[in-house]
């Protein structure tokens, strides 16, 4: 059934200048159109939101039911994230395509990584690295055009974070990703596993928390990019109390906290690209967003990798004649705090009004 054609009406960011659209069958126009309601008349219009590193379909245990994964879709939603890098979960959410109330979802499919290596029941562990190249040739033809790595954990026979793969393995698996179409990305905590993944050409790192001088002059060699998690990384202290008879990776996952920031700003100074991801923490972009601000970022970058500058990046469009009506609108300026970002005055999906 077509939807009634809508109007809206504001400023448009990042540049502040008066913006008019059209929705016609869920698609913006710039074109105007007779019968339209006008359903914001105010002041401020954005892109919808991207978490660029979620996991709509993982529990604490793993799979979840869809229900729940549903729910947490329907959160992110709710404080206008409508574009979701699902950065690797074990359920089955591609179903959720067919919804019209639901964000859209670009999946990595599921977390690659060694046995006893990751959290129980997220990912497919693989017995011999060398299975990785073919893993993750079939998780890029699965997914949406990323694959996901686990690239360091605890390795309880040392007692620290330490590197799941070879460089050499690397090499190829990243390889095979990109023949496949697709992206790669890896969890990495330490410093010791960022060279081999750099060096091998992969597309991102998420959260980075071990980054130096010497690997961010990798990435910004290799065009890497970023998604840090900072709210994410304040669970470390807690990670640190939990594992204490780990005394090693106690303290270095305590250290990689303390020089965090610094860290993650070094990198901003020096150009890596930087998005705004929240990893389990559905419904927290605005909160990501601050955090940001903490790296150095000014207001409007720290919301433009959050919503503009992320769908550009994924490959998705912005406002712009023939995008997909996916918006938030704002009557205070979204720039001046999460508060204004967590209460939305309007979240337009496939043009449906939330």
């Known amino acids: 059934m077509q939807r009634p054609n809508l109007h809206i009406r504001g400023l448009g960011l990042p540049d502040g200048e008066p913006v008019e659209w059209w929705i016609v069958d869920g698609t913006l126009s710039a074109e105007p159109v007779n019968d339209a309601d006008t359903v914001f008349d105010g002041s401020w219009i954005v892109p919808g939101?991207?978490?660029?590193?979620?996991?709509?379909?993982?529990?604490?245990?793993?799979?979840?039911?869809?229900?729940?994964?549903?729910?947490?879709a329907e959160t992110e939603r709710d404080v206008g994230a409508l574009l979701l890098r699902d950065a690797g979960?074990?359920?089955?959410?591609?179903?959720?395509?067919?919804?019209?109330?639901?964000?859209?979802?670009?999946r990595a499919g599921r977390h690659l990584a060694r046995p006893k290596r990751y959290q129980r029941g997220f990912a497919i562990e693989l017995e011999d690295e060398s299975q990785l190249?073919?893993?993750?040739?079939?998780?890029?033809?699965?997914?949406?055009?990323?694959?996901?790595?686990?690239?360091?954990?605890i390795d309880r026979d040392i007692g620290d974070l330490s590197p799941l793969w070879s460089d050499e393995i690397l090499k190829q698996a990243i390889d095979a990703?990109?023949?496949?179409?697709?992206?790669?990305?890896?969890?990495?905590?330490?410093?010791d596993a960022l060279p081999g993944l750099i060096n091998a050409g992969i597309d991102c790192i998420e959260h980075g928390t071990g980054l130096t001088d010497d690997t961010i002059e990798l990435m910004v060699q290799h065009g890497t990019a970023l998604v840090p998690t900072l709210i994410n990384i304040e669970n470390f202290p807690g990670i640190a109390d939990a594992a204490e008879k780990y005394a090693t990776y106690a303290r270095h996952i305590r250290d990689l906290h303390a020089t965090c920031y610094p860290r993650i700003g070094a990198a901003r100074e020096a150009g890596i690209p930087i998005y705004a991801g929240t990893r389990v923490a559905h419904g927290r972009s605005a909160d990501e967003i601050e955090a940001l601000k903490g790296i150095g970022m000014s207001p409007t970058e720290a919301l433009g990798v959050a919503s503009w500058t992320a769908r550009e990046w994924l490959g998705r469009p912005g406002l712009e004649h023939g995008a997909p009506a996916d918006l938030v609108c704002y009557l205070e300026d979204p720039r001046s705090g999460p508060e204004v970002i967590n209460d939305p005055d309007a979240v337009i999906l496939r043009g449906r009004v939330f």
């Open 177 to 191: 990703a990109h023949d496949n179409g697709a992206r790669v990305t890896a969890h990495v905590f330490s410093e």
């Open 89 to 106: 979960s074990p359920t089955d959410t591609r179903s959720f395509d067919d919804y019209d109330d639901l964000p859209r979802i670009i």
């Open 49 to 72: 939101l991207v978490d660029a590193h979620c996991h709509v379909g993982l529990g604490p245990h793993g799979t979840i039911e869809l229900g729940e994964a549903i729910a947490q």
């Open 133 to 153: 190249p073919d893993a993750v040739a079939e998780q890029a033809r699965w997914g949406d055009g990323w694959v996901k790595l686990v690239g360091d954990w």
